[in-house]
């Protein structure tokens, strides 16, 4: 496992990222969430089989 976390300018930015790397028979998987400016995005994924599933999203722009 491997795990990372980052916080810049006062909180401004923030990054947790955490990856479980298993033998390939048993699979991996991926953590991500940033926070900037008070806009979260997250990533969570997993590889087994030979495929991957998981979900991503994002702060979306407002129309002005």
Do not use: C
């Amino acid at each position: 496992m491997y795990a990372e976390r980052s916080n810049l300018g006062d909180g401004a930015f923030q990054q947790q990222t955490t990856l479980v790397l298993e033998p390939p028979a048993a699979g991996a998987a991926v953590d991500q969430v940033t926070t900037q400016q008070s806009q979260k995005a997250e990533t969570h994924l997993t590889y087994a089989g030979g495929r991957v599933k998981g979900t991503s999203a994002a702060p979306q722009p407002t129309a002005r």
